[in-house]
């Protein structure tokens, strides 16, 4: 574009039970297209700061990050308990009805676990492959949130879900995991969103108010150690110094366990991580 900024297009993609919506972006053509996939509960707005840096960097393919059935824009045509298989699935008939064979992928948060299955169980469709943020829980922890970090909500006569989404979103910047709200689990490394910031998270938790808990659940429910060693791709592990401690700490163990895997650690700057995608994705001008 004239003013140096990257066009983020949006587009509906009909796949065998209903639209998928996506965001993408033009670009090099000749090296395979990079999809993005996002953390629960948004939608691929949240990654729309990572596309605008990834697109300016030479030799940028064509990006393309899809709101997962049920968040966002897209359709909810969900079963009522589906796994990260279920996900992973979704995506490959998305890539399917695009005409498009292979990729490399990235994925943040619930966005990572979906990665990691279709890597594993389609490992013939990946070049390769970006966790930004990915942990198995110990069982004690993954029964508690199951059971409480994304109720099931619905409309009521008083609009009490306006309220909770407002609270639901905040409340994230501030612990992990959000209800247990003692000092031990305030997140110290992480701002609070601006109103601007705040407003549009909460608008895209409420356009999935009723099926926004289904890509948590099956997140949380995930054993991503149990899929790693099936992954043939090279894979890079993002250890960014504002993510969840959590999350960096199982960097080591999940690089060891992929046949070809690595971690770079990476500053809070979204050019700098650009960057650093750029380069393990090897492209070239």
Not at 102 to 131: K, M, N, W
Not at 237 to 259: C, G, I, Q
Request: charged share 25%.
């Amino acid at each position: 574009m004239s003013d140096g900024q990257c066009r983020i297009d949006r587009a509906f993609i009909r796949v065998e039970h209903g639209l998928v919506h996506l965001r993408r972006t033009e670009g090099n053509a000749n090296a395979l297209p990079l999809v993005l996939l996002h953390a629960s509960p948004g939608s691929s707005r949240g990654l729309e700061g990572l596309m605008t840096a990834l697109a300016a960097t030479p030799g940028a393919p064509p990006l393309i990050a899809p709101d997962m059935p049920g968040n966002g824009d897209s359709d909810a045509f969900a079963p009522d308990s589906p796994d990260i298989g279920w996900y992973a699935d979704a995506l490959i008939r998305l890539l399917d009805a695009m005409g498009l064979d292979r990729i490399d992928l990235y994925g943040t948060h619930t966005g990572a676990r979906i990665a990691c299955e279709v890597a594993a169980a389609h490992p013939d469709r990946i070049g390769r492959l970006i966790f930004d943020g990915i942990a198995d829980y110990p069982d004690e922890t993954r029964d508690l949130l199951l059971r409480d970090y994304a109720p099931e909500m619905a409309p009521d006569d008083y609009g009490t879900q306006f309220v909770w989404a407002f609270h639901f979103v905040r409340d994230q910047a501030l612990h992990f995991p959000h209800f247990l709200r003692d000092p031990d689990h305030r997140l110290l490394s992480r701002a609070v969103p601006t109103a601007p910031e705040l407003h549009a998270s909460v608008v895209e938790v409420l356009k999935g108010l009723t099926s926004y808990h289904k890509a948590y659940r099956a997140a949380f429910a995930y054993r991503a150690a149990d899929r790693m060693r099936a992954i043939h791709a090279p894979a890079m592990l993002l250890s960014a110094e504002n993510e969840l401690p959590t999350l960096r700490a199982a960097n080591t163990a999940f690089a060891a366990a992929l046949k070809d895997g690595r971690v770079d650690i990476v500053g809070r700057d979204m050019p700098g991580k650009a960057g650093a995608l750029a380069t393990f994705l090897r492209w070239t001008a």
